[in-house]
């Protein structure tokens, strides 16, 4: 599994009753538009698409790191939540 922020994993959790990497990649409907991007971009590298990939063989497949990293960044998840994460995020710290 993944590290999700404290606040972004107790929200899907709220909401979904799920945290696994399978549901944030592929079901999560709060990031559908980035699953998107994602996958676009996953399948431009590969080839393959959404239905064709389990997640650990995505992780795996380090043509799909570029791909992955710009969703985390887009949906935050995994970020530090709190002053110290908004100042590092701003650039202090």
Known sequence: MIALGRRAANTLLKTTGERTREH???????????QKVLWAEVRK????????????????????????LGFLRTTEVGSRVGPRA????AGVG
């Open 86 to 89: 908004k100042a590092t995020v």
């Open 24 to 34: 944030l990649f592929k079901h999560c409907r709060k990031w559908k538009r980035q």
């Open 45 to 68: 590298e590969t080839g393959k698409g959404k239905d064709c990939h389990a997640i650990r063989d995505l992780f795996a497949d380090e043509r799909c790191t570029g791909a992955i």
